[in-house]
């Protein structure tokens, strides 16, 4: 056991884990809506823009940002480019 | 002119509302203003035994309401300072005993008798707690620092902002100095952000505030007990002075190992 640690907060601290969680629990009551909803929405999201677009469905990050007391849903869609697909 | 109605409020229980609502109003009554303190608890009353004045009540809340008592009769009389009263609840009767409108014109009726009438809410956010922030000219939320009443006091300060609602201003209460700089707890810039609610109080965890309860005692009547600095510090910002936060201390090693007294 390395003694340093004893005197370093830790990294993931429980601070840190108390504060992450409560931003998701905090956004998600916002909107009020359930983190199993944004799932589905999130599916929803890939197969409206898949219909059109080349996309990876893998890379899709659907979540809530927090501005003051204004939550927006951010969708991140990485689309295949002509590039991608050579490589 | 009229006094100004202030709700304490929480959402969650058990975080010190009625702990802040005494603490205030004592502070408040420390600074010369006359003070009327509401129990709007009915059913849980206990601002009563925080400001050690249970065993003067006749009259309560509901009595006043239903005609068996004049307004004055209802309320009881700081034997501390003249100029704090206590409006009680009432212990046996149901939480819905008390309508909206007839808080409403109890409040206005505390408020043409003094400068500042506290309302002490009841945990939940149903109709004890719309009763306790109908007439509210601000809303002061209770939270500690940690997810269940961060949450919940999100919920209330929402509840209060779809509606128009009141002001709100932020007590952050039970903070452990000394497990905010180990990073196991919250820290207060953490709640204030995510709340995103204007600050008017920091109240450390403090084992003179168990005492204080013991002994009806609040307290703000103890010089050197840093809760009850940090409860005085709240009335004289909301008499509109500019009190700077004071640091939050851990306690020394001394004091730690061999306790505060």
Do not use: W
């Not at chain 2, 609502?21 to 009554?29: D, F, H, K, S, W």
């Not at chain 2, 303190?37 to 059913?43: E, P, S, T």
């Not at chain 2, 700089?181 to 810039?189: C, G, H, V, W």
Request: aromatic share 4%; net charge neutral.
């Amino acid at each position: 056991m390395n003694l340093s640690n004893l005197f370093k907060p830790r990294k993931n601290s429980g601070k840190d884990i108390a504060a992450q969680r409560l931003r998701l629990v905090l956004a998600h009551d916002r909107a009020n809506i359930s983190p199993g909803m944004l799932a589905l929405l999130k599916d929803e999201i890939i197969a409206v823009i898949s219909k059109h677009l080349e996309i990876d469905p893998t890379k899709v990050e659907v979540n809530f940002t927090e501005d003051d007391r204004e939550t927006r849903l951010v969708a991140d869609i990485p689309l295949y480019t002509a590039r991608r697909r050579q490589s | 002119m009229a006094g100004k109605i202030i709700t304490i409020s929480s959402g969650k229980g058990g975080v010190g509302k009625t702990t802040t609502t005494a603490n205030i109003g004592l502070g408040l009554a420390m600074l010369g203003v006359r003070v009327i303190c509401i129990d709007a608890d009915i059913g849980l009353r206990n601002l009563d035994v925080m400001l050690g004045l249970e065993n003067r009540i006749v009259y309560d809340i509901v009595n006043y309401i239903e005609g068996r008592c004049r307004f004055r009769q209802a309320l009881v009389r700081d034997k501390r300072f003249p100029e704090l009263f206590m409006l009680p609840a009432a212990q046996t009767r149901a939480k819905d005993a008390i309508s909206v409108e007839q808080m409403i014109s109890v409040a206005n009726e505390a408020a043409q008798m003094v400068d500042y009438v506290l309302i002490d809410s009841p945990a939940g956010i149903e109709h004890g707690f719309r009763c306790a922030s109908a007439p509210a000219e601000m809303v002061l939320v209770v939270t500690n620092p940690e997810i269940a009443s961060v949450r919940d006091a999100d919920r209330v300060i929402g509840l209060l902002e779809a509606e128009g609602g009141p002001p709100t201003r932020l007590i952050i209460n039970r903070i452990k100095p000394e497990l905010v700089a180990r990073k196991e707890m919250l820290a207060p810039e953490d709640v204030v952000d995510m709340l995103s609610v204007d600050l008017i109080g920091l109240i450390p965890e403090d084992p003179e505030i168990l005492a204080a309860g013991n002994r009806g005692q609040p307290v703000v009547l103890n010089n050197g007990s840093p809760a009850g600095q940090a409860f005085a510090d709240i009335a004289r910002r909301l008499q509109g002075e500019d009190v700077p936060f004071a640091p939050l201390k851990a306690p020394s090693l001394f004091k730690r190992l061999f306790g505060s007294r």
